[in-house]
């Protein structure tokens, strides 16, 4: 670092590094100092990552993506060739797309951030820059993207009562405990959803299912919704599949089932299992999850669509 000292005795320091302004002058300085001071900032912009790629939606207008300074060019390479980033995508370009009549563009897409769960990418932050073109303004384009997910509806018949299985999650970004259905994240993008289920609440609850006991019931939906069921489709592209499982248990198994630890301690995962009779289950939880399964059960049973 420079020192200087100017004809009035103040001294100032020159930085170290140089800001990306065009310009910048400063006057101040005391008034009774007979020099003032002026700097001619750098104009060169400091590197920025990016990657451009061509839709075949708009083949005359490639796509900028560039990476938010702090992520690092192995996190940007990581988010450009991930399924999530890919899967985004294809959907904006499919016939329900975003893009799919021409009366919006994609501009640009910034990575912002990139969370890695070990070697495997877990979340993603972007923003893309879609506009309007009869308006030419953008519309809301923050995505948190986390994939595919698949939720159970366990439902236990004991004696003369039927009860529900709701598993105790730490959830840091409510700052709450939350009573929820078991569930989880697809690992890949291979679309197991049913494996993944049967997977999940065996990890949550101890219950081991197979496939074929998992009836589908976002499978129910019109085909137009893509039979995925989104929870907060304003700012995160997860998708739901959710599934029934039902069947008789004997009391003791009730009972063993009830306040039950379980989850992937290494992985952070601090679970309990709390039974609930189903008819205050929509009482007992503020999951969407399980609010979503209980409308889906009820108005399937209602319309004999249910094995």
């Given amino acids: 670092m420079r020192l200087s000292v100017p004809r009035c005795g103040l001294p100032f320091l020159k930085p170290l590094y140089e800001f990306p302004f065009s310009s910048f002058s400063s006057t101040l300085w005391p ?17 920025q990552i990016t990657h451009i790629i061509n839709l075949p939606t708009q083949l005359d207008q490639p796509v900028s993506v560039v990476a938010a300074p702090g992520v690092s060019d192995i996190h940007f390479r990581n988010a450009i060739e991930s399924s999530l980033f890919k899967q985004w995508l294809k959907s904006i370009q499919t016939e329900t797309g975003l893009l799919a009549n021409g009366a919006l563009s994609l501009k640009q897409i910034l990575i ?31 995505v948190f993207a986390r994939g595919p997910a ?54 949550e609850t101890g219950i081991h299912l197979t496939v074929h006991d998992m009836v589908d019931l976002t499978a129910f ?14 700012g995160c592209d997860e998708e739901l599949s959710l599934f029934l499982y039902r069947g008789n248990v004997s009391k003791e198994k009730i009972q063993q089932l009830q306040g039950k630890e379980t989850g992937l301690r290494d992985h952070g995962e601090l679970i309990k299992v709390h039974v609930v009779p189903y008819h205050k289950l929509w009482r007992a939880t503020a999951d969407a999850k399980a609010l979503t399964a209980i409308a889906l059960y009820e108005m ?8």
């Fill in 221 to 234: 939906l019109n085909r137009s919704t893509g039979g995925r069921v989104f929870p907060s489709p304003g």
């Fill in 112 to 142: 912002q951030g990139v969370d890695m769960f070990g070697m495997r990418l877990g979340f993603l932050k972007f923003k893309a820059d879609i506009i309007d073109k009869e308006t030419g303004q953008k519309v809301p384009g923050i």
């Fill in 150 to 203: 698949v939720a159970v509806l366990i439902l236990l018949d004991s004696e003369d009562e039927t009860y529900a299985v709701l598993t105790e999650q730490v959830r840091v970004p409510v700052g709450r405990l939350i009573l929820e259905l078991p569930a989880g994240m697809l690992d890949d993008d291979q679309g197991d959803f049913a494996g993944t289920a049967v997977r999940e609440v065996e990890e």
């Fill in 31 to 47: 008034k009774n100092c007979s020099g003032t001071f002026s700097a001619k900032m750098s104009t060169t912009p400091p590197s």
């Fill in 300 to 307: 399937a049973k209602r319309d004999g669509l249910l094995p």
